[in-house]
């Protein structure tokens, strides 16, 4: 399985977009500094996860999410498809 998901900086509110096979890992990994982008930001919290089949799958999700818009991100982490949610 591949996971799309949205962190949130808790230093500035601020979003990223990314794709992983272990979304708790790859948090850990933003959050200890691990990535460029997000290190000036941490600590970071997850926002968003979703599942997809494929890599292929998950990279065009991916995709489109990093061109979406902050109300539209709001949205979906409401939405059914957030494997976070209750």
């Not at 933003?30 to 998950?58: C, D, F, I, Q």
Request: no cysteine; glycine share 4%.
């Amino acid at each position: 399985m591949f996971y799309v998901y949205v962190i949130q900086s808790t230093k500035d509110g601020s979003l990223y977009k990314g794709f992983s096979e272990d979304y708790l890992k790859r948090l850990e990994a933003h959050n200890n500094g691990e990535s460029k982008y997000t290190s000036t930001k941490m600590p970071w919290k997850l926002l968003y996860v979703e599942v997809h089949v494929t890599k292929r799958e998950a990279l065009i999700r991916e995709r489109k999410l990093k061109k979406a818009n902050n109300k539209y991100i709001q949205w979906l982490v409401q939405q059914d498809s957030n494997i976070l949610r209750p």
